[in-house]
């Protein structure tokens, strides 16, 4: 089974739910025959087979909307994903409740790789129905694409909430903090080369690599910029920690302690940080202090 199927049989169970045609089918029996052999081929897969029936419903029966989602569907199912959508947006412009519609929509238009218009149409499905788990995996997978990278966190982050073990939600979470971090980085590098953030930064990648030398040269040269920056000397002194020299290492922790604390009153990235909001230190904005707003949301 392609990789189409595989996502196509989840999105079936949405036949059972789809709007019945008015009543003008019930009343001839050529037409409701045509629409149970359609029911039919879609259930088993032969999407082919049904566009032809689900043509001549729809030319019978013009503007239904629960009709003229199942040709839509019936044609993304067999990958002609061009001819689905002005099915999929004429069933939605007839009735905008239409929650698979939209969905079907969403999904066309990135198999077509156009990523942007697949965000309203799945914005949509999610205002029906919030708990949608596949129409959020498939919105916060074009934002990511977009490189909208903080709502896809956003999106990612709910997924995560509504079902934790699902692997794709954590997995794009991680993608989408990881887009966020360098992204971070490289505004803090074209802001302030060489500050103290920028600096200290380069010197913690060093210190988790082992690299011990180079994270010390770094974080000594962070202190000669800012000598009351919190953190520096704990991280000094971790080196002479793991480089067997806690003699000096409790020189440094002591310096670290006669800093003067943040001041919390107001909510500033470092408290944000230290008390593990770090979802609120991602959104930040950066136009008040916008080194320090790199630094941290780039560690949080």
């Known amino acids: 089974m392609g990789t189409r199927m595989k996502a196509a049989w989840p999105l079936l169970l949405c036949i059972a739910l789809l709007p019945e045609p008015s009543s003008s089918l019930a009343q001839s029996e050529d037409l409701a025959t045509k629409s149970q052999r359609a029911k039919e081929f879609m259930a088993e897969g032969k999407f082919a087979e049904a566009i032809p029936l689900y043509s001549e419903l729809n030319h019978a029966l013009p503007n239904n909307p629960g009709l003229l989602l199942n040709l839509g569907m019936a044609l993304h199912m067999a990958g002609d994903e061009r ?18 519609a939209w969905l079907f929509l969403g999904a066309a238009r990135l198999q077509l790789g156009d990523a942007l218009e697949a965000v309203e149409p799945l914005r949509a499905v999610l205002r029906l129905q919030p708990d949608h788990q596949e129409a959020r995996l498939m919105l916060a997978g074009a934002l990511l694409s977009l490189e909208r990278n903080a709502e896809a966190a956003q999106e990612y982050r709910k997924l995560a909430d509504l079902n934790p073990a699902s692997s794709p939600a954590w997995y794009g979470l991680g993608r989408s903090y990881e887009a966020l971090s360098i992204r971070a980085f490289h505004q803090l590098e074209k802001t302030a080369p060489e500050s103290a953030y920028w600096l200290a930064l380069v010197a913690e990648a060093r210190l988790r690599q082992q690299q011990f030398t180079s994270a010390f040269y770094l974080y000594r040269r962070a202190l000669e910029n800012s000598p009351a920056m919190r953190g ?40 944000d940080f230290q008390e593990g909001h770090f979802e609120r230190v991602i959104a930040a904005a950066t136009e008040a202090n916008p080194e320090e707003s790199y630094y941290w949301r780039l560690r949080a």
């Not at 001819?83 to 698979?100: C, H, M, R, T």
């Not at 991280?235 to 290492?249: L, S």
């Open 83 to 100: 001819k689905s959508i002005p099915q999929l947006e004429a069933a939605v412009k007839l009735d905008p409740n239409l929650g698979p």
């Open 232 to 271: 520096l000397h704990e991280a000094v002194a971790e080196i002479y920690r793991q480089t067997g020299h806690p003699d000096w290492a409790s020189v440094e922790e002591e310096k670290e302690r006669k800093l003067s604390p943040p001041d919390c009153h107001s909510h500033t990235f470092e408290c």
